[in-house]
């Protein structure tokens, strides 16, 4: 065997000449500052462990495990994950043996050059198998391409979720599947709820970015449930989505996953909606939201969500 590393590939730059309007002013700077702090947790495999043995850590991976039995299909061919960060989700996926390909997508420099390819190292990637991308997904430049769209606490940083799940539907294979993780609030929280948090100040914010800023700074919407719900049917998705209540705890185990397995059959295509006992504080990624492009790509739909269809004419 000869003593080289797989080859890595060189990053992908999808905002070459293009500006993304979609995306809040200065929100990617706020990232980049936690993703320098995490170059430091990422340091050796000792951290690395660390990290993927976290409460929210752990909870996600087990979505994302979870999620091939919505889907009927374990991950395979091609896989995008948008919002990557890390990539940690990506590096474990490039692993698996059906997979071939998975695009490790971000729209901060410092997550893709730098912090990518450490976390790759020290959690034994297959970098061949991995194409770092400096991306949003909200332009997304595939079409018809990739087999499933991976979003790990991700999608809640859309500014217009719209947009973004039209972008993730453009660029899945008819048939394909988006997974994603994300936090998620119940349907009766008003307005003036939702304002006031996007609003309020991060009580993070110094420690994570070493100066005071308020949620909506980096682009962190907590969007209710509905508001996926639509968005996604607006995409053209199907859309199944499993809110999961841990009774206040977030502690995250595998057991409430499994019991959710047996009382429910937790089998493909169920609908299982489950909100969090504590609405006041929910916990991070209480939803796990799965989407399907239609086999026939959703071409017959002429729902009016969709914005398809008809225009006004003059007489
Ligand atoms: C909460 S972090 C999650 C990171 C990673 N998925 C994980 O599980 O650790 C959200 C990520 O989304 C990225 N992000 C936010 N808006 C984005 C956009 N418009 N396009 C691409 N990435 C974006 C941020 O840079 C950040 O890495």
């Given at each position: 065997?000869?003593?080289?590393?797989?080859?890595?590939?060189?990053?992908?730059?999808?905002?070459?000449?293009?500006?993304?309007?979609?995306?809040?002013?200065?929100?990617?700077?706020?990232?980049?500052?936690?993703?320098?702090?995490?170059?430091?947790?990422?340091?050796?495999?000792?951290?690395?462990?660390?990290?993927?043995?976290?409460?929210?850590?752990?909870?996600?991976?087990?979505?994302?495990?979870?999620?091939?039995?919505?889907?009927?299909?374990?991950?395979?061919?091609?896989?995008?994950?948008?919002?990557a960060g890390t990539g940690w989700c990506s590096s474990l996926l490039s692993t698996l043996a059906q997979v071939d390909r998975v695009y490790c997508s971000d729209y901060d420099r410092t997550a893709v050059e730098t912090l990518m390819p450490q976390v790759q190292k020290?959690?034994?990637?297959?970098?061949?198998?991995i194409q770092r991308v400096y991306g949003s997904f909200n332009?997304?430049?595939?079409?018809?391409?990739?087999?499933?769209?991976?979003?790990?606490?991700?999608?809640?940083?859309?500014?217009?979720?719209?947009?973004?799940?039209?972008?993730?539907?453009?660029?899945?294979?008819?048939?394909?599947?988006?997974?994603?993780?994300?936090?998620?609030?119940?349907?009766?929280?008003?307005?003036?709820?939702?304002?006031?948090?996007?609003?309020?100040?991060?009580?993070?914010?110094?420690?994570?970015?070493?100066?005071?800023?308020?949620?909506?700074?980096?682009?962190?919407?907590?969007?209710?449930?509905?508001e996926f719900i639509a968005a996604a049917h607006s995409a053209k998705f199907d859309v199944f989505p499993f809110i999961f209540d841990l009774t206040g705890s977030r502690h995250a185990d595998d057991r409430t996953l499994s019991e959710r397995k047996t009382a429910t059959g937790f089998l493909a295509n169920v609908l299982y909606p489950y909100f969090a006992k504590n609405p006041v504080n929910p916990m991070f990624d209480t939803l796990l939201l799965v989407l399907q492009k239609p086999v026939n790509g959703g071409d017959d739909l002429h729902h009016v969500l969709s914005g398809a269809g008809r225009s006004w004419k003059s007489v």
């Open positions: 065997m000869p003593d080289t590393a797989p080859e890595t590939l060189p990053v992908l730059n999808w905002l070459e000449g293009r500006h993304d309007v979609y995306s809040r002013e200065g929100a990617a700077d706020l990232q980049s500052s936690i993703h320098r702090g995490l170059m430091n947790t990422f340091k050796d495999e000792a951290g690395a462990a660390a990290f993927l043995a976290s409460d929210r850590s752990h909870w996600r991976q087990q979505a994302i495990i979870k999620s091939q039995f919505v889907m009927g299909k374990t991950f395979a061919g091609s896989i995008l994950e948008i919002g020290v959690l034994h990637a297959v970098p061949g198998k332009s997304i430049p595939m079409e018809n391409e990739v087999d499933t769209v991976v979003s790990i606490g991700a999608l809640h940083h859309s500014e217009n979720l719209y947009v973004t799940l039209s972008e993730c539907f453009k660029a899945l294979k008819p048939g394909g599947w988006l997974v994603a993780s994300e936090p998620t609030y119940p349907d009766t929280e008003t307005n003036k709820q939702i304002a006031a948090r996007y609003k309020k100040e991060d009580p993070a914010s110094v420690k994570k970015y070493g100066k005071v800023t308020r949620h909506e700074d980096n682009s962190d919407h907590y969007y209710r449930l509905s």
